[in-house]
């Protein structure tokens, strides 16, 4: 189920839908990285083509995040 989130970035609210499972591996990246959440919201979202969504850029990281994951445990 697709669930709307707000956050702060660079002083300004934004909200953004997500499924669960994606926002939780967020966290999980976040934590991992010993950042805050809405940092790591706000590096996604520089990074993100101006052209590309914060919904859609927040996905891909994820998904990018796993697959490097997988890479470095060699199980791709």
């Given at each position: 189920m697709i669930r709307k989130?707000?956050?702060t970035l660079h002083g300004h609210r934004t909200s953004f839908s997500l499924e669960e499972?994606?926002?939780?591996?967020?966290?999980?990246?976040?934590?991992?990285?010993?950042?805050?959440?809405?940092a790591l919201l706000t590096e996604i979202d520089d990074a993100r083509p101006?052209?590309?969504?914060l919904s859609s850029a927040l996905r891909v990281h994820v998904?990018?995040?796993l697959k490097a994951r997988l890479h470095e445990l060699g199980t791709e």
């Open positions: 989130h707000s956050a499972p994606f926002w939780q591996e967020l966290k999980t990246i976040a934590a991992s990285r010993g950042i805050a959440l809405a101006p052209e590309s969504n998904l990018e995040a």
